[in-house]
Structures are given as structure tokens and as C-alpha cells.
């Protein structure tokens, strides 16, 4: 069946509420717990010295009740006797400030003293949990780099300039990749390279970006090492560590990281806002996408308000279930939260929980109940698979960091944000599409759209051209093609990379002042980037003009047919509105359509999961009020409603495809 649980943390509390909580975790169909995530100071509260027993018995005790333990190795938080001994390992900000001990992840991901005590302690819990049947899974660490993937500190400079090196080789490759003959930059020899600490104006840009790749493999290779000695004491327990495929955390690039778990698992907060819905919806998507299609763990999210926004509000009636079976919909076979018993103390002690402070008398424990009660409806879907779309959205973790650099035509463009009004086009238009990342197979798909996709190296290149060379078609737009993956432009003019193959040439480009905009004759309005688009062949349809302003009559969006496939260029920020009409007509184009009777497109968003015999048709309700979705193929589960209140979501089962 589907996992459902929570972090738990019975650190906090007398050993009375244990008993509590299992009484109610088996009253809320609770199944699995993580445990141990922030224990390091007391299960190691002085080197050398291990305290145990505490654990043991909470293990035991959730063992006895059927509970299963997704088991941290405890190292997410070094404790206060080990900064005090060894301060060496505090992160180092890039003007030179420590990140002090009294919250929590304050560790070097390259510190070599942190590490050999670290590994300690994974060694330790490994042994000591070997062949305890209670453990389904390790937790390495807790959202490694949700605190600390930029560190500027010696260690940081010693570890990048080793990575530099197995990367270029020698010095003058890296001078040449990184431009240094620009204000006098030129190496003579890695130990002058340091990472790109707060400097006098911009640092160079391939040494910022290559420090973020740096960055993201750094704890990579932090996790390897804690995995590698888990995988030696323990082989026969899958390895997990919570990914944060969520809002604007871009450190990590999970689509390289996936590959080094046995499983992937995510955490996702709702961003409440106009695209609150479907920021939900594209994180559950890249997830289930960076997981091979795999079902995956949902390892946190909230079931009301958390505590880190400006303003942190409730969830709305129904959005709890929402939320959790958007995950489920997009190959989740755990619904797991953080937390399992609201904290009485500590800087969460306003974020929700499973069990809020009012105790289990209350709303939220339970929706909580409710929800787990239907999740063991839901049995048959666990080991499913996400049943692929027709269209994909590419990302690419280096042109977010690349395109969102510093000295830049605009600083306001927002990688995530478009990729994001791109989702909400196709959500509004009730058609499926997968976000997924750029080393993913193409080949399936009749339609790619890759929004700012600025980083192209050459290989990439030549995959899209293929791409469309074979009959797909393939969409991009403003400040993508730029630049190669050393951050060097490609010439011959703009969209550089994809000049040719999209047959357009912008000569200089179209960022646009706060408040400004201009008007496209399809009726959408460009804000923050208007490029002016210069078809270079009669082979080019234009799409849309602007017709306000210097650009009045400019081409805005054009489109070149490739044989069977075609290129087509968006070359303004139109936002999701703006941009559904444009890709009604790109769909419609590459065959596709919507599988939602028309009444429900927008309203309704529809996943499928698959087994290969059974199809499973999840309906989430996008919006506040009630939809009906009787016309819709395939028979509700048992139990299911075809009616949606506000909010709520329904499962179909059809047959599946055949396929092969
Ligand atoms: C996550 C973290 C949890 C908790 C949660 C609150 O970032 O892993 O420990 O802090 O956020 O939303």
C-alpha cells in the first residue's frame, strides 16, 4: 500500500506521549516515520560517548505497532560540542562571515573534520540498526544544501580548485573556459583560484557558474560517502536522502543527483498565490520525471500553514488532501509530512503538524485520519508508474543558474517563473505535459517546449536539431541559445544556438523597465522582455506582432516548419495568459489535444498513472468551486465521487493502452 507518515521527532517530548503516538498513528493509518533527522547531539552528546537506548526503545516501540522507520543517520545538525572543538568546520560566507551554530546545517559540505566525524556517527547508527526489521529505508542527512550549498570557506576553495582541476586539466583549458583574459584574470596555477568570494564589482561569470556546479556535485559527493558506508554494513536497505524540487531552490541539481539513490524523495511546501496550484503540480511533475517515471516518496510537506513565509496562512478546507494526492497523482507512493506532533518549543513551533497543539480533537488531525483512510483505497495504485504525455517542458538546472547570473541584460528574469507560466498554459488548456530534465529521451514526445534554455552546448544542440529533424516540434523563446556551457556566447547573432534551426536573428535584446509593456495583436501583453524577431528565411510564419510602441509591427513569436516538425520562437514574456492562446495553436500543430471534455479544461487537472493493465485517472479540482466529472472515460474507485467539491480530487480506473 501507499506510505503515510511523517518525520518524527519523540526527542521532544516526555516518554508518556510515545505511547500517545502510536495510539494515533495507528488511528490515522500511519505506516511509515522518519526518525532521528536532528539527533546527533543526543545520540552522541560528547566524542566518543553514544546514547542509544532512547532510540532503541522508540524504534522497538513503533516496530511493535507496525510502523516502519525511514531512518535518518542522524547527521543533518552537528551538535555544540563538536563546533566548539572544531569551528573549522562552520560555513564561510562570500563576504567572509561564518554561519554560527544555534540553528541547524551549519557544516562545510567540504570540511574534511566534519566529515570523519560525521561518518562516524553514520557507521554507528548503521550498526547498530543493521538488522533491526523495523528499518525500510535510510534518510541520509536531511535536504542537504537547504542551508549550506554555498560555502566560500578554505576547505570550499581547496576541494573547488581539485575539482577544477579533473575538470580542465590544466590551467591554460580553464583560462580559455573561463575568458581570463578579461580584466587581467589569467591563472598561472590553480592554487590562485578561489571561489567567487564578494569582489569589487562582478566576478567572472564561468567561475561563478562553474562554482555552482562545483557546489551541487560537492554535496553529491557528500552523499555518496555517506551512502557508500551504508551500502557496505546495510546492502539490503534502500538509500534515500529528501530532494527539495520546490519555489526557487535551485543549488542542487537533482536530475545528476537522482541516480545515487535507490529511491527519490521530495519535499514540497505549498506557495500560496495565483500559481500556488500549479507550482505544486510542475514540482510533483519534475519530480516523478527525475525519477525515471518511478513512483517516488514524498517525503515532507505541511498540512496547514509552515512558519518560513512572510505571512503563513492555513490551508484552505480540502487543500490538505489536494496537496497530498497531487503528489500521489504524479507517482508518489508515499504521502509523508513534517511533522508528526507539532512542536512545543523551537523555531517550528508555529509550522503544522499531523497532530496540531489543540491534540487530536481537532480539524486537522482529522483530515489527517480521513486522508489516511483513503490511502489504503488507493492500494492498487502503489507501484504504479506515471503514464507518459504527448508534450514536455525541458529543465535545466545550468541555464537557471546560468541565465539568472549577475551583469546581465536584465536582472528580473526568473528562470523558474517561466517554465512555470508555460505549466500554467498547458494546465489552462486541460493538456498533460511532463517536466522533464534536458538529458531526458525526446524522442516520445510530439511537442518540447524549453523556456530559456540558455545553456547549449553543442551536444544539446544537436539533439534538438535532430529532434526536429525526425518531426518533432520543439518550442523556445527570449535568452535562450545564448550561450555554450563555458558561458560563451555563440555568434553569428541571436538566439545564437537555435538561429538556424528556428530561423530568426535578434539583434539586440528586448529586456523591458518595471511597468513597462507592450501590445502583441493576439491580444497578450509583453512585460520584462520583448525581443524584436527578425524571420531570416521565407520558410518563417510569424505567429504574433507587437503592435505598440518602437516594436509596433515587429515579429513577437514566429514559427519555421521543419519537415514534418517545426521550431518556433517566443520571443516576449507574455506570462501564462499570454501565452495559452499562442500554445493552443503550437498543440493544435503537433497533433495534440486535450483529453478533458472542454467544459473541464483549466478547471481540472488529470494525471495518469499506469501498471500496464489498469489505468489510474487522477482529477484534481484546480479551483474553489464544485466540478463534475462524469464525462470523463473511465468508472470512479469505489468510494470515489465523480462530483468535486471545491478542492477535492477523484481516481478513475480505466484500461490501460496496450502498448508494445
Ligand atoms: C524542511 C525541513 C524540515 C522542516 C520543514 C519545515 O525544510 O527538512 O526539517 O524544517 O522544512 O517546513
Not at 106 to 119: D, G, N
Not at 231 to 248: K, R
Not at 466 to 483: E, K, L, M
Request: with cysteine; charged share 20%.
Amino acid at each position: 500500500r501507499l506510505a503515510y507518515g511523517a518525520d518524527y521527532n519523540p526527542e521532544q517530548w516526555p516518554r508518556e506521549t510515545w505511547d500517545e503516538d502510536v495510539r494515533l498513528m495507528r488511528e490515522a493509518g500511519v505506516n511509515v516515520v522518519s526518525l532521528a533527522i536532528f539527533s546527533w547531539a543526543r545520540l552522541q552528546p560528547a566524542r566518543g560517548a553514544w546514547d542509544f537506548a532512547w532510540l532503541d526503545e522508540v524504534i522497538d516501540l513503533l516496530h511493535e505497532n507496525g510502523i516502519a522507520v525511514d531512518l535518518a543517520t542522524a547527521t543533518a545538525s552537528p551538535p555544540p560540542w563538536l563546533t566548539t572543538e572544531h569551528p573549522e568546520i562552520l560555513p564561510v560566507t562570500a563576504s567572509g562571515g561564518i554561519l554560527w551554530p544555534g540553528a541547524r546545517q551549519h557544516w562545510r559540505p567540504t570540511s574534511p573534520v566534519f566529515r570523519e566525524h560525521a561518518l562516524k556517527l553514520v557507521t554507528a547508527m548503521a550498526e547498530r540498526y543493521k538488522d533491526h526489521p523495523a528499518v525500510c529505508a535510510w534518510h541520509i542527512s536531511n535536504e542537504l544544501g537547504c542551508h549550506n550549498i554555498y560555502d566560500y570557506s578554505d576547505d570550499a576553495a581547496r576541494a573547488f580548485r581539485g575539482w577544477l582541476a579533473e575538470r580542465y586539466g590544466s590551467i591554460d583549458v580553464l583560462n580559455d573556459a573561463w575568458g581570463t583574459d578579461f580584466w587581467s584574470q589569467r591563472y598561472t596555477d590553480f592554487q590562485q583560484i578561489l571561489p567567487p568570494r564578494q569582489a569589487a564589482s562582478h566576478a567572472n561569470p564561468t567561475q561563478q557558474l562553474d562554482f555552482k556546479r562545483f557546489s551541487s556535485d560537492a554535496l553529491k559527493q557528500y552523499l555518496r560517502e555517506e551512502r557508500d558506508i551504508l551500502n557496505v554494513i546495510t546492502p539490503d536497505i534502500p538509500v534515500t536522502t529528501n530532494f527539495m524540487v520546490m519555489g526557487e531552490t535551485k543549488g542542487m541539481d537533482y536530475a545528476d543527483w537522482a541516480g545515487e539513490v535507490d529511491f527519490v524523495a521530495n519535499d514540497h511546501y505549498f506557495v500560496p498565490g495565483p500559481q500556488g496550484v500549479d507550482e505544486l503540480s510542475f514540482s510533483a511533475n519534475l519530480t516523478g520525471n527525475i525519477a525515471g517515471g518511478n513512483p517516488w516518496f514524498l517525503m515532507e510537506h505541511s498540512t496547514s500553514a509552515v512558519n518560513w513565509q512572510p505571512v503563513n496562512t492555513p490551508k484552505k478546507p480540502g487543500a490538505l488532501r489536494r496537496d497530498s494526492l497531487t503528489h500521489v497523482a504524479h507517482g508518489a507512493d508515499a504521502v509523508c509530512y513534517f511533522q508528526w506532533r507539532q512542536s512545543r518549543a523551537g523555531a517550528e513551533k508555529f509550522h503544522s503538524a499531523m497532530v496540531p497543539h489543540a491534540g487530536e480533537d481537532s480539524p486537522i488531525f482529522r483530515s489527517v485520519a480521513g486522508l489516511g483512510r483513503e490511502l489504503e483505497s488507493l492500494s492498487d495504485v502503489a507501484g504504479s508508474h506515471r503514464s507518459p504525455a504527448s508534450a514536455a517542458i525541458l529543465f535545466d538546472w545550468n541555464s537557471w543558474w546560468a541565465s539568472e547570473q549577475d551583469s546581465h541584460p536584465s536582472d528580473r528574469l526568473r528562470y523558474k517563473q517561466e517554465a512555470l507560466d508555460w505549466y500554467s498554459a498547458f494546465l489552462a488548456l486541460g493538456l498533460r505535459v511532463d517536466v522533464v530534465p534536458s538529458a531526458a529521451d525526446l524522442s516520445g514526445y510530439a511537442l518540447v517546449v524549453a523556456p530559456i534554455l540558455h545553456a547549449v552546448p553543442a551536444a544539446l544542440k544537436g539533439r534538438l536539431e535532430d529532434y526536429v529533424q525526425n518531426g518533432g516540434h520543439f518550442v523556445t523563446g527570449y535568452f535562450s541559445g545564448i550561450a555554450d556551457e563555458n558561458d560563451h556566447i555563440w555568434l553569428g547573432g541571436y538566439p545564437g544556438a537555435f538561429a538556424d534551426l528556428l530561423g530568426v536573428r535578434v539583434d539586440e535584446f528586448g529586456p523591458l523597465l518595471d511597468g513597462e509593456s507592450i501590445q502583441l495583436d493576439n491580444g497578450a501583453t509583453a512585460t520584462l522582455w520583448a525581443d524584436r524577431v527578425q524571420p531570416s528565411g521565407h520558410d518563417v510564419e510569424i505567429l504574433a506582432r507587437y503592435t505598440t510602441g518602437e516594436h509596433s509591427g515587429d515579429a513577437a513569436v514566429t514559427r519555421r516548419a521543419v519537415g514534418n516538425g517545426s521550431a518556433a520562437y517566443m520571443g516576449a514574456r507574455l506570462g501564462a495568459p499570454g501565452l495559452a492562446p499562442v500554445l493552443a495553436d503550437l498543440a493544435a500543430s503537433a497533433g495534440l489535444s486535450s483529453e478533458l471534455p472542454a467544459e473541464l479544461r483549466g478547471a481540472v487537472e488529470m494525471v495518469v498513472r499506469t501498471d500496464g493493465r489498469t489505468d489510474y485517472v487522477f482529477l484534481i479540482n484546480r479551483t474553489d468551486t464544485a466540478v463534475d466529472v462524469t464525462g470523463v472515460e473511465g468508472a470512479p474507485l469505489p468510494g470515489w465521487e465523480s462530483k468535486l467539491d471545491p478542492r477535492s480530487v477523484s481516481v478513475l480506473t480505466r484500461r490501460a493502452a496496450a502498448t508494445g
